[in-house]
């Protein structure tokens, strides 16, 4: 969400998103007027294809008077259908906003949801979608890492799979966080080393902004390839070519953007 509104708030009028498919229709939904381009039309993400507008349509016949929450992960589409977004960072703040007698969707994430019903106390409709990668997060992997580094503090972002056990979360050592959140921890924490239980692409930039500090993925080997499908060849062919543009009808558009507005204003109070 940090790279749309940075995208929005730019004099440029070409923005190139180096990013999966959702987060450039994100940029050109908060972007309008802006051409979004991708390096890799065929980037996508599990988690946002796990649900679609015929979902959403299914579960308001059932509950009209419902709140749909969606994670800033989804299509476009989605969007159009969806009451508030949210991103990992204030999911949770996101939830509490809502009347406690509304009845509430939220999707796609079933970590993320089952985290922000263990701190909130909600009752809300999962959808059962997950990111590829953050669902092999087991705690059987994360209590395997604490046995074998005592004193390091964990970091897990809640898409993560075992951010919702109880047994995890009863830890003091324990911090569930947005990536951002877990940049920023990694600086202000007096420890010295780090369980890192996200995708290890954020490992290049923790080392570049804290060097010295040790930092230990949960699985150096479970990576997200549909980000990796951007490559610095395909960037270049982007940029000389201005392809793939991402171009969300107004039609959609016009009804995606209300719910990010209405997280940002949330999240502003």
């Known amino acids: 969400m940090g790279l749309s509104q940075m995208a929005a708030k730019t004099d440029s009028s070409v923005i190139l998103f180096c990013g999966v498919k959702f987060m450039a229709e994100t940029a050109s939904i908060i972007s309008p007027g802006k051409k979004v381009l991708i390096p890799d039309i065929t ?11 015929e979902n959403i349509l299914e579960w308001k016949r059932k509950n009209p008077d419902g709140i749909v929450v969606s994670y800033i992960n989804t299509t476009a589409e989605v969007k159009a259908l969806t009451d508030i977004c949210c991103t990992s960072a204030n999911a949770a703040k996101i939830i509490s906003s809502i009347p406690e007698d509304a009845k509430i969707l939220f999707g796609p994430d079933k970590n993320l949801a089952k985290y922000i019903q263990t701190m909130t106390g909600r009752d809300i409709d999962i959808w059962d979608g997950d990111c590829c990668v953050h669902e092999d997060f087991t705690k059987e992997k994360v209590e395997s890492l604490i046995a074998a580094n005592p004193g390091a503090e964990i970091l897990i972002h809640p898409e993560s799979s075992c951010s919702h056990d109880p047994s995890i979360l009863e830890r003091e050592d324990v911090f569930v966080l947005s990536t951002s959140g877990m940049v920023k921890r990694a600086g202000d924490s007096p420890a010295q080393s780090f369980i890192i239980v996200t995708e290890p692409g954020v490992l290049h930039q923790m080392n570049l902004m804290h ?18 499908k951007v490559t610095l060849e395909k960037v270049l062919w982007s940029l000389i070519n201005e392809e793939f543009e991402i171009s969300i009808p107004e039609s959609i558009r016009a009804k995606a953007y209300p719910s990010i507005e209405r997280m940002f204003h949330i999240n502003s109070l």
């Open 211 to 228: 060097p010295g500090k040790k930092f230990i993925p949960v699985d150096i080997g479970n990576k997200c390839y549909q980000m990796r």
């Open 43 to 53: 980037a996508g993400c599990s988690l946002a294809e796990s649900i679609v507008r």
